[in-house]
């Protein structure tokens, strides 16, 4: 019998590569929908291969129903403190309830464990949920995978395409880790399934300083790029709080232009030391220069 995993967010874009992932490797899927949402949407999960089940997210008993039998239940949750903390809260409340014995939060993303509380709002409200997650009766695994790699393409200061610069605050030299969104549901569903993961796994699709993506311009282009120093990072966090402040209304946005640059101060703050990429064979890295070439620009 196929092991079976549900998927809470299974909805998003990474929700569904995530869905699609564990249908690969053979897994049973229960994808959590909220019921009432687009019925276009629980079509293409069935069509991934999941079974899909609408609910109230705001009750745990329904969530315990529909994933009962589950061995992992997946977060792929995306929002603000309704989602982050409490909702995710009740889901936790839920896979409890049903006997599930392994939950993987909704983090992905750069290792916060190791930054310094109050410099990025969603870091804190992973914190925040992280505080009962810990003291929960479940076996929970982190997936930190850096940046996702398609931020690149986004014309970012780091890679800005139209000034053709490479933009950096601190150091030339530090490495940032990046990881493509399917090659992080791949490395996702794998965890799944593994009954014996960590407390936290760190990947990183390909790792590369600002000198690194200078080099890889001006070959991938074939025409001259800078590399810019925009400043030290204490300028960085000096100018994100000042922003914070400025625009109060970001508080209510997801995606609010000073978390963009706090996300920005967190790339150059730290990176994994050490990976695990190499735990499960067969997982293929996607490289910067298979989504990033000429004709692409």
Known sequence: MATL??????TGNLGKRIVKGLVDRGAAVV???RRGSAPEKAAELERLGARVAAIDPASAGEIARACAGSSC???VLAGLRDVIVEAQSVLLEGAIAAGIPRFIPSDFSTDFTSLPAGENRNF???REFHKRLDG???AATSIFNGAFGEILTYGIPLLDFKKKIVGYWEDPD??????TMDDTAAFTAAAALDATTPGALRIAGFQMSPRDFLAFAVKTFGEPWQLVRLGSLEDLRAWNKR???????GENELYASWQQSQYMQSMFSTHHESLDNARYPGMEWTQLGDFIQPRSR
């Not at 995993?5 to 299974?10: M, R, S, T």
């Not at 530090?174 to 990881?179: A, S």
């Open 73 to 75: 239940i997946v977060s």
């Open 174 to 179: 530090w490495r940032m880790d990046f990881t």
């Open 31 to 33: 994808a959590l929908t």
């Open 5 to 10: 995993i549900a998927v809470a967010g299974a």
């Open 124 to 126: 804190d409200l992973r």
């Open 243 to 249: 922003e914070r402040a400025a625009h109060p209304e």
């Open 136 to 138: 929960a009766p479940i």
